[in-house]
DNA sequence: TTAATAGCGGTATTATAAATGCATCTTTTG
DNA sequence: CAAAAGATGCATTTATAATACCGCTATTAA
């Protein structure tokens, strides 16, 4: 049921960039002290959300990154299922389980697992940083904080 | 999302257990050459669940396990919660996320989670293990093969 | 045309937690 | 009291997530 680090830090990542005006870019560097994650970390993060069109990266002096589409095109589910390596709940194949043959088990924890993910498919990156929330409030704060500092 | 072996070496013991005459021993030993699991393995699953009531565990010579309740009366949501450690999707405390406060996030996939065991909720063991099904075929079968030889 | 900035990408290492194994105990019955 | 069977604590191994390292490529300005 716990999702991997990689799968917060890209949520933690796009509510950032949801937070900055469009097409502003904003920094690996910036994204690493803000959160306190290191550099690396946050650079295979964004390169994987880069390659799903989630983010743009641009290279160079004075890249950076933005979001790929807006917030409202960019639905939750989408992001866990690129970040989540392993989904499925339970693995009856390697090695076989001696009563994988007709097991009414697999159906209902798959069946549960999509009940996880279309509640998670029912919000965007939108819902997540609405314009008057305490959310987009901090993420300000903090991008100012990190500005002042450079 | 993935469950732990425990979880799921949890639900092959009970769905074994329901297969059996009511009052019925297996012993650990059997359901370790079944399922070819190590038998302190096994153990520490059984032990676990004799202690939430699912099992009745006999100790002393002619031994065993038998199930602590009726099947019907062993909601699958209930071994899950038992069986897993960490349920909690996302750890947001420690180290502290700075966008914590007020995150949206959160709630959504608590809430999925939510989502995910109370779809586990709706079934019992008896679900498993139906009068006619091929599970309890399979069962009776490896049962009967194991007896065999012993 | 080079220095500085910033993202790219492969590989290696470390940390954490799950999975497994070991040793020794107690309980029950013939 | 011996054999069978479960109880329990601790140690070890393994898997994989998390992190770090290193050299590369792209872009821009002096």
Redesign the interface.
């Known amino acids: 049921?716990?999702?991997t680090k990689h799968t917060?830090y890209a949520?933690?990542v796009l509510?950032?960039l949801a937070g900055y005006e469009k097409d502003k870019l904003a920094t690996i560097k910036e994204v690493t002290e803000?959160?306190?994650i290191s550099r690396d970390h946050v650079m295979k993060i964004v390169q994987k959300l880069a390659k799903a069109g989630f983010v743009d990266a641009v290279r160079g002096k004075f890249g950076g990154m933005r979001l790929g589409r807006n917030a409202a095109d960019i639905n939750?589910r989408d992001v866990v299922t690129l970040m989540?390596v392993?989904?499925?709940?339970?693995n009856c194949e390697t090695?076989l389980?001696?009563?994988a043959?007709?097991?009414?088990?697999q159906a209902?924890?798959f069946?549960?697992?999509e009940?996880?993910?279309?509640?998670?498919g029912q919000?965007t990156l939108s819902?997540?940083v609405?314009p008057q929330?305490?959310?987009l409030?901090?993420?300000k704060a903090?991008g100012e904080s990190f500005a002042a500092k450079n």
Chains 1, 2 share one sequence.
């Open positions: 049921m716990k999702l917060d949520f933690r509510i950032y803000v959160f306190d939750l989540e392993t989904l499925a709940p339970v090695p389980c001696r009563i043959q007709g097991c009414q088990l209902i924890l069946d549960a697992q009940m996880f993910l279309s509640h998670i919000y819902d997540l609405k929330s305490e959310t409030y901090i993420i903090l």
